[in-house]
């Protein structure tokens, strides 16, 4: 007497990331280093007529409606560090790359990997852009569950000592209208 | 998964507000497992619209080499056999693409032919297939050594293409313990 274990899993076909790639997926952190990978995403997006999320990961907690605020709440002391990440969304969206294309900038909380991957899922993504130093390991930067999807990871920085040092760990804080003060970093 | 080491061959065109992707020559490193079915259908289907050169790599790996020559009585002719099989795999491949292919078989270390042929043939991007599971590794994300070495090393960027859910393909029976007595 034998049961039959079915498994959920069989080999499908792989059209989930076929190409042309529709929806892309920028992470940076607004380095120049990071940057390298915008003409990339750019060229793709224009190629297959797709979109491109302009995906940044912080340590503190970022407002959802960042690029809207007024001026003055965020040039309080505690502020500052949102008046300069904002200032970096605006100038890299005013990059040329991105002229006619459809950009989203999605800034948010976290970690860079989990969140990477998440954001992966939740917009359908079908291609991210990584650039390394190539000094380490990827396996910090690029990951895939055993399912074979992508996992996410520290993806511009992901080789970069000095870039990983930009994300500094803060308790997590509710989104609101308004920005809550920002610890110190530890 | 688009890997980026700048500086590195570039297959971009910024010019005049206008973003184009100029490849001239995609080589695709396929080991012909259902993990590189993916990668090939992307490097096909890239190499169609941009009217690029198509290079399809197999390598094989440097073991077997050495295993033909501790065991030559059995790994000789098991050799020779692989060389024939992935010959045969290469012209299939060939064959049912819808564009040309240039073929090439190597034996050696994986990502040290993959980055001699995309460095000799003046590769503007590489296309590999990923399936190496997080869950072999203690949960860590891994892509595998290989293909590390790969982005690491290569001249150009590299298109890491993960497989689909790769499982069992079938149902497997597991036999019901014998109850003890």
């Excluded at chain 1, 992470?27 to 280093?33: A, E, R, V, Y």
Aim: proline fraction near 9%; charged fraction near 25%.
């Amino acid at each position: 007497v034998a049961s039959v274990l079915t498994f959920d899993f069989y080999l499908l076909p792989f059209y989930l990331f076929m190409y042309p790639f529709r929806n892309i997926l920028f992470p940076t952190d607004f380095t120049p280093h990071a940057r390298a990978a915008l003409k990339y995403a750019a060229a793709f997006a224009h190629e297959g007529g797709g979109r491109i999320v302009l995906f940044s990961v912080q340590s503190g907690s970022v407002p959802a409606n960042l690029l809207t605020l007024p001026e003055r709440v965020l040039e309080e002391p505690d502020q500052r560090w949102l008046q300069q990440l904002r200032v970096e969304v605006r100038n890299l969206l005013e990059d040329p790359m991105f002229d006619g294309l459809e950009v989203e900038p999605v800034i948010i909380e976290g970690e860079p990997a989990p969140e990477i991957a998440r954001a992966v899922r939740e917009f359908d993504i079908d291609l991210v852009t990584i650039v390394t130093h190539g000094r380490r390991g990827l396996a910090r930067a690029v990951g895939f569950d055993r399912g074979g999807d992508y996992r996410g990871g520290d993806v511009s920085c992901a080789d970069d000592p000095s870039a990983a040092a930009r994300f500094r760990r803060t308790p997590r804080q509710p989104h609101g209208d308004t920005p809550e003060p920002r610890s110190p970093c530890n | 998964v688009l890997t980026i080491r700048p500086p590195q061959r570039d297959f971009v065109e910024h010019r005049d507000s206008h973003t184009e992707i100029r490849l001239n020559r995609v080589l695709l490193a396929t080991n012909f497992r259902p993990s590189a079915n993916a990668a090939a259908q992307v490097a096909a289907e890239l190499v169609r619209r941009t009217n690029a050169e198509f290079h399809a790599l197999y390598v094989i790996s440097d073991y077997v080499g050495e295993m033909a020559q501790m065991f030559p009585e059995a790994s000789g002719p098991a050799l020779s056999r692989l060389r024939e099989h992935v010959e045969g795999k290469m012209s299939v491949f060939a064959s049912e693409a819808k564009s040309r292919v240039i073929t090439h078989i190597a034996e050696g270390r994986p990502y040290e032919q993959i980055v001699r042929l995309a460095t000799d043939a003046d590769v503007d991007l590489i296309v590999i297939g990923t399936n190496v599971h997080a869950s072999l590794f203690g949960g860590a994300p891994v892509l595998g050594p290989d293909i590390e070495r790969v982005v690491r090393n290569a001249p150009c960027p590299v298109l890491c293409v993960p497989t689909g859910k790769v499982l069992t393909p079938a149902p497997v029976l597991v036999a019901e313990p014998v109850p003890q007595m």
